[in-house]
């Protein structure tokens, strides 16, 4: 009971080592909070930034492995599945479905990563990528499909081909997996009956 639950960080070089409360000058502070490190990395030198930043602050629910969730998702701009989520309908930028998560209920994303199991209603915007390990079954409506060897896709999946649009807004007419999107005909005007 002598230790302390976490250990502390090692002091950056040339700093002085931080008092043990995180309110004291000099300790590490969450990006964006006042007194952070440039570039949003604690001890981080200045003008650095962390690769990838707009991904890096996403709002994100990541559900880990052996948790499980039900209910209603609100806010949250990425949705990590390595566990189990079931919800009604969850609008988010950002679904990744980690080998071994489950997903069950409807979502609507910009773009989804499935190596896990979606069971339900899958709406993307953009793109989809199914792993070799990944499982739909349901329906899905995607902009783009990219489907590794080993993947399954069990159920109804629609191709969107209106202009790309944010979640929440509403659905243009998908063309169905299967069948060739109508083209347009020109029109034709009839040719004259030959006298006879």
Do not use: H, W, Y
């Amino acid at each position: 009971m002598g230790r302390a639950p976490f250990p502390a960080a090692p002091p950056a070089p040339g700093s002085t080592p931080a008092a043990p409360s995180g309110s004291l000058p000099g300790a590490a502070r969450p990006p964006g909070a006042p007194g952070a490190a440039p570039g949003g990395v604690p001890g981080a030198a200045p003008g650095t930034s962390r690769p990838n930043r707009e991904a890096a602050e996403r709002r994100t629910l990541v559900v880990g492995r052996g948790i499980s969730v039900q209910g209603t998702v609100q806010d949250a701009e990425r949705l990590v599945v390595e566990g189990t989520v079931e919800a009604s309908m969850i609008q988010a930028t950002e679904l990744a479905v980690a080998p071994g998560g489950v997903f069950r209920g409807a979502i609507e994303v910009q773009d989804a990563e499935l190596a896990g199991t979606i069971d339900g209603t899958l709406t993307v915007n953009g793109a989809l990528v199914i792993r070799g390990t990944g499982r739909l079954v349901g329906t899905a409506r995607c902009r783009r499909l990219q489907v590794e060897d080993g993947g399954q896709v069990s159920g109804k999946l629609e191709m969107l081909t209106d202009a790309p649009r944010g979640p929440g807004q509403p659905v243009g007419e998908p063309v169905q997996a299967g069948k060739p999107a109508p083209t347009p005909q020109p029109a034709v005007e009839p040719a004259p009956a030959a006298a006879s």
